[in-house]
């Protein structure tokens, strides 16, 4: 079982960054691939990032890869998303999600929302001159 809280939404102007955080449960979070998701008003949940167990596998969406980085401390059970150069494109609620991996990384899999297990409430960010 894990339990996620997200952090660090906010109001920032075009070009700017914030960095999103994802608070886990649990010592066998380590275990767990997690995912960054974001739904804006009117739209459909679209994937952001992922990241493995160990930090060594990650996957972006095309529209944010470049601009976004996906990290993860598991001695802090935290999970990051680090996003610079914010777009108005990018206002969503932001929603981090976890899923036990048994050792199946295939992109396919880390990227859809169908496949992760646990789900943070989210955290809206506003990109907005």
């Known amino acids: 079982q894990v339990q996620l809280v997200e952090s660090g939404g906010g109001l920032v102007q075009p070009g700017g960054s914030l960095r999103l955080s994802c608070a886990a449960s649990?010592?066998?979070?380590?275990?767990?691939?997690m995912g960054w998701f974001r739904q804006a008003p009117g739209k459909e949940r679209e994937f952001v990032a992922a990241?493995?167990?160990?930090?060594?596998?990650?996957y972006y969406a095309g529209s944010v890869k470049g601009r976004f980085t996906i990290s993860r401390d598991n001695a802090k059970n935290t999970v990051y998303l680090q996003m610079n150069s914010l777009k108005p494109e990018d206002t969503a609620v932001y929603v981090c999600?976890?899923?036990?991996?048994?050792?199946?990384?295939?992109?396919?899999?880390?990227?859809?929302?169908?496949?992760?297990?646990?789900w943070g409430q989210g955290t809206q960010v506003t990109v907005s001159s």
């Open positions: 999600a976890a899923r036990w991996e048994g050792f199946i990384t295939a992109q396919a899999l880390m990227t859809d929302s169908r496949k992760y297990d646990y």
């Open positions: 990241i493995n167990w160990s930090g060594g596998i990650t």
């Open positions: 649990g010592r066998t979070v380590s275990s767990y691939g």
